[in-house]
């Protein structure tokens, strides 16, 4: 089956860093696009981040300079490296993969298919 597996979240102080890491495995691993996306209580989804598989990156304009988001295609893992943490990063953190080049639309939720199970990430003030 296909599986991704979220892991590195935590507590940290604003200012902080925490990586994120997204473990992929099962059937087409190889996805065309994968992302990160973020959900605080209260909150629509937000797309964070988003990587595919010509190597095109983008990002959100709340993490634009502090996240970078990397993919190991060997160990097939996603990873998010979260530098100058800030409260409001506080969030459930998903991991999303898609089989096709989604381009500008990579942080529309809906057009992913598989999805990870979420970590928490809490950043104090």
């Known amino acids: 089956p296909v599986q991704l597996v979220e892991s590195g979240g935590g507590s940290v102080q604003g200012g902080g860093s925490l990586r994120l890491s997204c473990a992929a495995s099962?059937?087409?691993?190889?996805?065309?696009?994968m992302a990160w996306f973020r959900q605080a209580p209260g909150k629509e989804r937000e797309g964070v981040a988003a990587?595919?598989?010509?190597?095109?990156?983008s990002y959100a304009d709340s993490v634009n300079g502090r996240f970078t988001i990397s993919r190991d295609r060997d160990k097939r893992t996603l990873y998010l490296q979260m530098n100058s943490l800030k409260p409001e990063d506080t969030a459930m953190y998903y991991c999303?993969?898609?089989?096709?080049?989604?381009?500008?639309?990579?942080?529309?939720?809906?057009?992913?298919?598989?999805w990870g199970q979420g970590t928490q990430v809490t950043v104090s003030s």
């Open positions: 099962g059937y087409a691993i190889n996805y065309k696009c």
């Open positions: 999303a993969a898609e089989n096709t080049i989604l381009g500008d639309s990579w942080s529309n939720g809906y057009k992913y298919t598989y």
């Open positions: 990587v595919d598989s010509a190597g095109w990156i």
